[in-house]
């Protein structure tokens, strides 16, 4: 088991760029989470799927902010346009309902 | 409203020596969780009590869970220089199909050698 794969690991982009982060999640897990982790605000939850439909996107800050699931096996969070503020660790994590949260290892996203 | 508020929010102790951080949260739960973090990684699950139980041991750590009080703690006994991390609480609420896990800020906990 590779657990939740992320990529790319690092990204450094210019304001106004488009931003598509991309996640695998464990085999058979039914549920993918993105979150984003800044010093100030911690670890948000941006959105979460169950069986690939979006439950709850209520923590995506804005229109810009993106997220698909087109099968089981991906997912992409996309950001367009891309802001400095938008700078910060962006998390994908999948379980089984009820079970715990496996994280990737996060895409460290630096706009400048 | 913010679920898994952790307290202390930074913890220094001397290695050998106990940690306990504590975490309250706000609705009604189904189970709580504590995870760990290390610089530059992902969250590591760590262990979970069901909202039927009210203590929980695996190897050095300790969890006991109030419902009625809303409240966990997290003990770690003789702790390590490689217990440095940052510790969180999640909580996955009752009545939620999804159950979405929502984080605090957590406890950065530091263990000096």
């Known amino acids: 088991d590779a657990g939740v794969i992320q990529s790319p690991r690092h990204e450094v982009t210019e304001m106004g760029q488009e931003v598509t982060l991309r996640c695998k999640p464990i085999?058979?897990?039914?549920?993918l989470f993105w979150y984003r982790q800044t010093m100030m605000r911690g670890l948000e939850l941006l959105i979460y799927?169950?069986?690939?439909?979006?439950?709850?996107d209520s923590g995506m800050p804005e229109d810009r902010f993106s997220a698909k699931m087109p099968n089981a096996s991906f997912s992409t969070l996309k950001i367009q346009p891309s802001e400095p503020r938008d700078s910060a660790v962006y998390f994908c994590?999948?379980?089984?309902?009820?079970?715990?949260?496996?994280f990737g290892n996060g895409t460290r996203l630096t706009v400048t | 409203s913010q679920q898994g508020e952790e307290d202390p929010q930074a913890l220094s102790i001397q290695e050998g020596e106990n940690a306990t951080m504590n975490c309250s949260y706000k609705t009604s739960i189904n189970n709580l969780q504590w995870y760990r973090q290390n610089s530059g990684r992902g969250l590591v699950h760590l262990i979970l009590?069901?909202?039927?139980?009210r203590e929980k041991h695996s190897g050095r750590l300790r969890v006991t869970l109030d419902t009625s009080k809303k409240s966990s703690s997290l003990l770690i006994t003789a702790s390590r220089a490689a217990d440095t991390a940052s510790y969180f609480c999640?909580?996955?609420?009752?009545?939620?199909?999804?159950?979405?896990?929502?984080f605090g800020q957590g406890t950065r906990l530091t263990i000096n050698p």
């Open positions: 085999s058979g897990h039914n549920s």
């Open positions: 994590a999948s379980r089984e309902s009820g079970s715990p949260l496996h």
């Open positions: 999640a909580t996955d609420a009752l009545g939620q199909g999804a159950q979405k896990l929502v």
């Open positions: 799927f169950n069986n690939n439909v979006p439950i709850d």
């Open positions: 009590i069901r909202s039927n139980e």
